[in-house]
């Protein structure tokens, strides 16, 4: 009966226990368990940016140096001027054949004779032949150099610039390397000498497009994305600022307007490749302008950009408060005065901050690009937006086909160049919108 | 004269219009003795400026404008009648016509319009071209110089009257602007209804732009639809264009759709796969749990991902995340196989789903907070806890704008080009392999358009067939989810 008793109480609390926590352990578990897994979809997230970022950043540093090599060159009448007819044909200037001085001065330094053409063979596989407009530009500038010796800095080809780095990997047979046992023998004794500097790595900002990595450089698209940017600051700005202003200030609401909002709302998801495909039928074929011309791409990003700006456009406007407009109208400003001499100013900030934002991705979109032959092999400054060039999305894209080492390197550097660029864009736009944006 | 320079000078005379007429009406208005007078006037002097610029300039543009089209059209017009009376097969004709346009060109280029400097016979003047570094068709014929030479100067005679007849317009505008200068004149009205139509034909940008696109793309897929039968192209399973030369036989190749669908499909799925989880789980985890602190730090973080251009991910994926899953894949196998081909479905998938990850996180925190607070509060005090009510209560209620969030997010994946042009490979092939290479949409478009092209070939025509289906995939996806979100955010208003 105790016995019975006793079980039967035990039961009881045991019931009762059971009854009250309600499954409170597994519960409390599950609440863990889904604050871990959002822990760790934030970690995966943060995670992917960090390994992207170093990927870019470990892969690319290293294209912001180029190895140069400073060696006394002898501007041997012999070599560039044989007839000594400078006076009369400048042209032998232009044409000497320059590398063989930079090789010549190469040889010399490491001692190696002029007349072992196997070891020149291999000592010309030094210096880039970019090394010929150098000496080129020298000996044109001023003629009285020839005959003279002076130390002149060569850029160093591509092969020697990634031994140099240490991104040659040296348990690779010689005979599959770029560089030979030979050259690296070379490349230590001029460093010895003090002939192998690396300086920063300037040509990768200023240069056009070339085949050979050492002198292959963003310097023209750079310049062709400027000019876009400019074009879609031009157009895209007060376009969008005319739009959201109709829209947000004066548009009643009717078919007319709603058809524009729908249009707007689903051009900013329309994928960037269609507007390719638009700038390709329509500005090239249907109104001839030129392929591969900043002025055609400026006019792409500007429609692909266009609901980006309206929409924060409109956004800034609603946040003026509508009182301001109340006490413009009730002091007998028009309606338009009201909004341009009152609502716009104060929404400048936001709307400001919306452009920029908007320039940003205009200034990483590629595809559309590439459909109006903005992929071109253009060596040379634009002086018009008319001319062929490059953009700096494009030029990247360009440089992850070449097979080389030094391309790879250079295309993260480029990438570089371009996060540095968009980062200054919306750091930009943060301290805009920290230094001028009201609260009311 | 250069147009550019005829559009500054209406300009100039527009400003000075301004300056002018701001003065007279600046005069009338000090000329009024306020205090006894019946009229006071009805503009600042500023309007009346404006008024001016825009009757002297806007006019005058216009007119420029319209005269440039019209001149074009008639000599376009004449020179076809012309070649008409030459060669009556519309089809050669209207290639004539071309050589003409050419040679017109050339002849402006090299200043040989005038008759005494006209070159006797097409060769000669095909051969002086070349020394310039132009290029003639070698079909043109002997008649057609003087064509050319008569077209040339006409259009400099044309474009000289018009331009004569845009500046007049331009005074006459100031001047009429400026004599009609009173006290009464309404000008800030006229002023600002001008402008409400400029506000106007901005915000129509929007629709021609649609416009554009739907027309520009449909006017070449039905012309590729003239060569290629859509059957074939819809529902074949071969996609093989075949860059042959024009003209030789049997050039036709095979445009099949299906193969590079399924590949832009089941790469969209790999990174929904992937996105969706994550994003949604890190947008709780933003609005539900952490601190302030924590979420001032991480949602920028995520934001960046947001920030940084398909071309990166694209790269990342080349260099880095490629290599690294062919060279894990080859580890597990012991070192002999990679069963993950550096290009593949999976690192496609993969790598979008990470550009992915701050869009459906964005899209899901303002479905999530929409939620009424009242809803969260209830479940909390009936002892839920912060899971149970986020499971039951918040995601239910929320499910409409998340199934909306979702595709618009699945049409970001499915029109998103330099991510796969770069790591999902270009062979089109059907596979249900996710670790082998497959093709998409946008990538066949990047293809077949990229390089020098004759333009009417079904190889390019071809591109624009698939961005018209591309187009009208993520339009539908993109209408039907704002249709989704815009009802769902009106249930709780």
Redesign the interface.
């Known amino acids: 009966m105790t016995d019975a008793a006793m079980t039967s109480t035990a039961m009881q609390s045991q019931a009762t226990a059971s009854r009250r926590d309600f499954g409170l352990k597994k519960r409390h578990r599950d609440e863990a368990l889904f604050r871990f897994y959002g822990i760790a979809a934030i970690t995966i997230g943060v995670a992917f940016l960090a390994i992207l970022l170093f990927s870019i950043v470990s892969k690319g540093y290293t294209a912001f140096v180029q190895t140069s090599i400073t060696v006394p060159v002898e501007f041997s009448a012999e070599l560039i001027d044989k007839d000594n007819e400078r006076a009369t044909n400048p042209r032998v200037l232009v044409s000497a054949n320059y590398p063989v001085l930079a090789r010549n001065a190469v040889a010399k330094a490491l001692g190696v004779d002029l007349a072992d053409r196997a070891a020149m063979r291999e000592i010309q596989a030094f210096v880039s032949d970019g090394s010929r407009s150098i000496l080129r530009e020298i000996v044109t500038a001023d003629p009285n150099v020839i005959g003279t010796t002076r130390p002149v800095t060569l850029l160093a080809a591509a092969d020697l610039d990634s031994a140099n780095k240490g991104q040659i990997d040296l348990r690779v047979a010689e005979q599959n390397r770029k560089v030979s046992d030979q050259q690296l023998r070379w490349l230590e004794q001029l460093k010895q000498q003090g002939a192998i500097s690396t300086p920063f790595n300037w040509g990768l900002l200023s240069f056009g497009a070339s085949s050979r990595p050492e002198t292959a450089g963003l310097g023209v698209a750079l310049i062709g994305s400027a000019y876009m940017m400019l074009i879609v600051l031009v157009l895209a700005l007060p376009i969008g600022v005319a739009a959201s202003i109709y829209l947000e200030e004066f548009a009643k609401k009717n078919p007319f307007t709603d058809f524009i909002e729908v249009n707007i709302n689903n051009l900013a998801a329309v994928p960037s490749i269609v507007f390719g495909l638009l700038g390709l039928a329509v500005f090239i074929n249907f109104f001839g302008m030129p392929r591969s011309a900043p002025l055609v791409g400026g006019l792409v990003l500007t429609l692909m950009t266009l609901p980006t700006i309206i929409i924060a456009t409109r956004a800034a406007l609603r946040s003026v408060p509508p009182s301001i407009r109340s006490a413009a109208l009730g002091i007998g400003a028009s309606r338009t005065q009201m909004v341009f001499d009152h609502v716009l100013p104060l929404a400048t900030p936001g709307i400001l901050t919306g452009t920029i934002i908007g320039l940003a991705r205009a200034l990483g979109e590629t595809a559309p690009l590439l459909l109006i032959g903005m992929v071109a092999f253009v060596a040379n400054y634009p002086s018009t937006p008319l001319e062929p060039a490059t953009a700096l999305p494009v030029q990247i894209f360009m440089w992850t086909n070449e097979a080389e080492r030094a391309f790879v390197e250079r295309t993260s550097g480029a990438v570089m160049v371009l996060l540095v660029f968009l980062a200054l864009m919306n750091i930009l736009a943060i301290v805009l919108r920290r230094r001028f944006e009201r609260r009311w | 004269m250069s147009v550019g320079w005829v559009v500054a000078i209406i300009l100039g005379i527009g400003a000075v219009a301004y300056f002018f007429a701001a003065q007279r009406a600046r005069a009338q208005a000090d000329g009024v003795n306020r205090a006894s007078a019946t009229e006071i006037p009805h503009s600042l002097p500023a309007y009346h400026g404006w008024l001016a610029f825009i009757l002297a300039t806007i006019p005058a543009l216009l007119f420029l404008l319209v005269w440039s089209i019209a001149s074009g059209v008639l000599l376009e017009s004449r020179v076809t009648a012309e070649v008409a009376t030459h060669i009556p097969d519309p089809a050669s004709a209207s290639l004539s016509s071309g050589i003409v346009h050419n040679v017109t060109e050339v002849l402006i280029r090299l200043d040989l319009v005038s008759p005494d400097k006209l070159p006797a016979t097409y060769a000669e003047l095909r051969e002086r071209a070349s020394a310039a570094g132009m290029v003639l068709a070698d079909s043109g014929e002997d008649y057609m110089l003087p064509l050319a030479a008569r077209t040339a100067s006409d259009g400099d005679l044309y474009r000289l009257i018009g331009q004569g007849l845009a500046l007049i317009f331009a005074l006459a505008g100031a001047s009429f602007a400026h004599s009609r200068i009173k006290l009464r004149l309404r000008a ?2 006229q002023v ?1 209804r001008v ?2 139509w ?10 021609l ?2 416009v ?2 739907v027309l ?2 449909l ?2 897929t039905i012309h590729f639809f003239s060569e290629v039968n859509p059957i074939n192209f819809f529902f074949g399973t071969v996609w093989d264009p075949r860059f042959a030369a024009a003209g030789s036989g049997g050039s036709e190749g095979q445009f099949g759709l299906i193969p590079l669908l399924a590949g832009t499909l089941y790469i969209a799925l790999v990174s929904m796969l992937f996105a969706v ?6 947008a ?3 609005g539900e ?1 952490a601190s302030r602190r924590v979420r001032s730090v ?1 949602k920028p ?2 934001e ?2 947001a ?10 994926a ?3 995340l490629g290599p690294f899953f062919r060279d894990l894949s080859m580890a597990l196998t012991g070192g002999n196989f990679a069963f993950i081909q550096s290009q593949s479905v999976f690192t496609a998938g993969i790598v979008m789903g ?1 550009m992915l ?2 869009v459906v ?1 964005s899209l899901s925190d303002d479905v999530i907070t929409a939620v009424p607070g009242a809803m969260r509060d209830g479940s909390l005090a009936l002892g839920a ?4 009510t ?2 039951r209560v918040i995601l239910p209620a929320a499910l409409p704008g998340i199934v909306g969030a979702l595709l ?1 997010t699945a ?2 994946a ?5 991510i796969v ?2 790591a999902a490979g270009v062979a089109a092939r059907l596979t249900i392999n996710p670790f082998e290479a497959m093709t998409t949409i ?1 990538v066949k ?2 293809n077949q ?3 020098d092209l004759e ?1 009417n070939s079904p190889q390019t025509l071809v ?2 067939a698939l ?1 018209l289906t ?2 009208v995939l ?2 539908g996806m ?2 039907y989810a ?1 249709y989704i979100v815009r009802k769902y955010r009106e249930q709780y208003e």
Not at chain 2, 198 to 205: D, P, V
Not at chain 2, 277 to 282: E, Q, R, Y
Not at chain 2, 414 to 418: A, F, H, S, V
Request: charged share 10%.
């Open positions: 800030r009205n600002e402008v409400l400029g506000l106007i034909g901005a915000s129509s940008i929007a629709i732009t649609t554009g696109i520009s793309m006017g070449e989880p994550v994003g949604l789980m890190a709780i985890y933003m749990y991480v973080l995520l960046l991902l920030g940084i251009p398909t071309i990166v991910y694209g790269i990342f080349v260099v880095t990470v990850i701050p996180s806890t912060r899971s149970e986020i499971r618009l049409s970001r499915i029109g998103e080009t330099m042009v770069l946008t478009i990047v358009l990229t390089g333009f591109a624009f961005g591309l187009f993520t339009l993109n209408i704002l």
